[in-house]
């Protein structure tokens, strides 16, 4: 019995995934390049809640590459969305930084709150409880190699960054590219092996 309930509440979470990817890609169509799920977006959204990252800081929430980025920072910097200035305690790092027409872009964080309207506060606790419990499971699981540059990456983040900061850079970087550090075997997207096109035998 134990068993056919695991199995149900398994194929559960995969029918879930593959609605909640389907919804995703439903809203960025209708959000358009603005949206904070998808390129540009992103970038904007990581500004608000630090006003000020540097380009390398960026592209590791990101996981991407830095020529990427800079292509994507040019496109908002022709918007009027974003600058560039050099730090002025390290003239070598580039920190970006939103303008006063950047930060009045509306963002879509409140995207998924509608599906969650019929669920009390306190089922959502709850619900929100046994999902922490399920990541925690998964992250046992995986198998971290671990990244001493990542690890000092990290670190110097924390210094630059509060607490709450922190959680939420690392929380956006979780939802864009999955659980941090990168040594947890997943490759930026601009690092991933290019595919051979499948060719039918003759």
């Known amino acids: 019995m134990v068993?056919?309930?695991?199995?149900?509440?398994?194929?559960?979470?995969l029918m879930l995934g593959g609605l909640f990817h389907k919804y995703h890609l439903q809203l960025i169509k209708e959000k358009g390049p603005g949206s904070s799920m998808q390129g540009q977006g992103r970038i904007l959204a990581l500004l608000k809640i630090k006003s000020e990252l540097p380009t390398s800081d960026i592209a590791y929430i990101l996981g991407i590459r830095q020529q990427s980025l800079n292509e994507q920072i040019k496109r908002l910097e022709a918007q009027?969305?974003?600058?560039?200035?050099p730090s002025e305690k390290d003239k070598r790092v580039m920190l970006v930084s939103l303008t006063e027409k950047g930060k009045n872009v509306?963002?879509?964080?409140?995207?998924?709150?509608?599906?969650?309207?019929?669920?009390s506060d306190q089922?959502?606790?709850?619900?929100?409880?046994?999902?922490?419990?399920?990541?925690?499971?998964?992250?046992?699981?995986?198998h971290d190699e671990g990244c001493p540059s990542e690890d000092a990456r990290l670190a110097r983040m924390r210094e630059s960054l509060s607490e709450d900061e922190f959680k939420q850079l690392m929380m956006m970087r979780r939802r864009f590219y999955g659980p941090e550090p990168m040594g947890?075997?997943?490759?930026?997207?601009?690092?991933?092996?290019?595919?051979?096109?499948?060719?039918?035998?003759?």
């Open 3 to 13: 068993s056919n309930e695991r199995k149900e509440v398994f194929d559960n979470f």
């Open 80 to 85: 009027e969305l974003v600058e560039r200035h």
């Open 106 to 119: 509306r963002d879509d964080k409140g995207a998924f709150d509608d599906i969650l309207t019929e669920f």
């Open 123 to 142: 089922e959502l606790e709850q619900f929100n409880g046994y999902l922490s419990k399920l990541i925690d499971a998964l992250v046992q699981k995986v």
């Open 184 to 202: 947890l075997g997943r490759r930026p997207m601009g690092n991933r092996p290019h595919r051979r096109p499948f060719k039918k035998e003759k």
